[in-house]
């Protein structure tokens, strides 16, 4: 069983639009939540964290964490077609021994088009 | 600042022969970690390294992988002898952050991985 779930998509939006991308996890001691985004070829880079419950707003960038319902969601508000990646949903669990290791869900293809 | 490098960015070997890896993690990175990502399924974790020492090797999936950290610089991932299902993308990642907990917002800083390709 996965731990970590993502629609694989592909999502496609217009551009201008609002992209949700969304994201269950297993294990309610997971504690830590990061959405990365990965270009073709390209390595993942971090857009943004969460790790209490409620919104997270960065730009155009809003990171939502329900735990009781073990959900993480990522809103994408005035879609360009540069934010066309793969959005890659990742988590940590508390009482690892690793503080760096981090569980990935499959990743959701984005496509914005004009 | 350079990023997180890795070589060979594509590989192809036959089944049985061996090939390494390399990872150069982001100057003063204390932290590196190896990850894979075969066809079709997620990356996942193979270990993680303080300085020189295995902080965490609990993702190797057999003893075929053997990774190296010597003097807390670059690292090494070698597969003897590859087999089929080794074939996927390896990441490299370093992080400054050592705080565990759930105030634990390190970020990781990955390499554009190394493909191998087992025939």
């Known amino acids: 069983q996965k731990e970590v779930e993502q629609n694989s998509g592909p999502l496609s939006v217009p551009e201008g639009a609002i992209a949700s991308l969304n994201c269950t996890y297993s294990?309610?001691?997971?504690?830590?939540f990061f959405w990365y985004r990965q270009y073709s070829g390209k390595s993942p880079e971090l857009i943004m964290f969460i790790y209490s419950n409620g919104d997270k707003e960065d730009g155009r960038f809003t990171a939502q964490l329900n735990k009781a319902s073990q959900y993480v969601s990522l809103l994408i508000r005035d879609s360009q077609p540069s934010d066309s990646a793969t959005y890659l949903c990742?988590?940590?669990?508390?009482?690892?021994?690793?503080?760096?290791?981090?569980?990935f869900g499959q990743g959701t293809i984005l496509t914005v088009h004009p | 600042e350079a990023g997180v490098t890795q070589f060979p960015s594509h590989s192809v070997i036959e089944k049985g022969q061996t090939v390494t890896l390399r990872c150069d993690p982001i100057?003063?990175?204390?932290?590196l970690y190896w990850y894979r990502r075969v066809m079709g399924k997620e990356i996942k974790f193979l270990l993680h390294f303080v300085k020189e020492s295995k902080q965490d090797e609990s993702g190797m999936p057999n003893n075929r992988f053997l990774a190296e950290r010597t003097g807390g610089t670059y690292s090494t991932l070698k597969v003897q002898p590859a087999e089929l299902e080794d074939s996927g993308v390896y990441f490299c990642a370093s992080s400054q952050d050592t705080l565990a907990g759930v105030a634990n917002t390190g970020e990781l800083f990955f390499g554009e991985g190394s493909r191998l390709t087992v025939l």
């Open positions: 294990d309610r001691g997971s504690q830590s």
């Open positions: 990742a988590v940590i669990y508390a009482g690892g021994t690793s503080y760096g290791k981090l569980t």
């Open positions: 100057s003063g990175h204390d932290n």
